[in-house]
Every structure is written in structure tokens, then in C-alpha cells.
Nanobody
Framework: QVLLVESGGGLVQAGGSLRLSCAASGRAVTNVAMGWFRQAPGKEREFVSAISWRDGSTYYGDSVKGRFTISSENAKITVSLQMNSLKPEDTAVYYC????????????????????WGQGTPVTVSS
């Protein structure tokens, strides 16, 4: 059963913009937070951004602050990532993820705290 589906990836020139979307279904719609991670070839999966439904707090990785914006039009169901001023180093597969339950000490920047993952959507930024 597919629980998270990403869309919106593609090829863009440096300086351009893309908007990624993620839709949750099934048991994933009871999540408490959703986020985006990315993984470039040969590198670890990296935190990009997250949003907590408890208080609407948003979080960003240092490399994307000021350029990317996470948002949602339907909390717990959809989440979007607006990516502006894209750089070649933003090239990666972008994954949507969701957290099932709140837990003490949880860190939304830590991929290990996420319970559901999408299949990923590739983003390529050409120089």
C-alpha cells in the first residue's frame, strides 16, 4: 500500500525554481509531522525541511534556508516544498517522509524519527 507519493521533480537550470508536492494516504494521514529529505549519489540522506502539525513550526536545513519553503494546504494530507534559487548542489532524489507518533526527544531533522517514506522524486539542477 503506497502511503506517500511525491511529484514535481525534474530538470531545471541553476537559479530556477521547482515545487515538489507530497500526498499522504492510508494510515499515513494520521501523521504528526511531515518532512523532506534528499539524497545525492554517493552521499547520506540529508534533512531538507519539516513541518509539525502540533504548532505549525517549520524547520530547514542550513543549506536551503532562505531558498526553500515548506507549506501545506491540507494538514497531514499534503505538503509542498517550494524551491527557489536552485543550485547544482541541490541535485538529488527528494523524499517525502512522515512521523506517525509524537515521542519524547524527537528531532524532526533526524531521518530515524520518520516512519513513512515516499519513493522519491529526482531533481536535477544544471549549471
Amino acid at each position: 500500500q503506497v502511503l506517500l507519493v511525491e511529484s514535481g521533480g525534474g530538470l531545471v537550470q541553476a537559479g530556477g525554481s521547482l515545487r515538489l508536492s507530497c500526498a499522504a494516504s492510508g494510515r499515513a494521514v494520521t501523521n504528526v509531522a511531515m518532512g523532506w529529505f534528499r539524497q545525492a549519489p554517493g552521499k547520506e540522506r540529508e534533512f531538507v525541511s519539516a513541518i509539525s502539525w502540533r504548532d505549525g513550526s517549520t524547520y530547514y536545513g542550513d543549506s536551503v534556508k532562505g531558498r526553500f519553503t515548506i507549506s501545506s494546504e491540507n494538514a497531514k494530507i499534503t505538503v509542498s516544498l517550494q524551491m527557489n534559487s536552485l543550485k547544482p548542489e541541490d541535485t538529488a532524489v527528494y523524499y517525502c517522509a512522515a512521523v506517525a507518533y509524537l515521542a519524547a526527544g524527537m528531532d524532526l531533522r533526524d531521518r530515524l524519527d520518520y516512519d513513512y517514506w515516499g519513493q522519491g522524486t529526482p531533481v536535477t539542477v544544471s549549471s
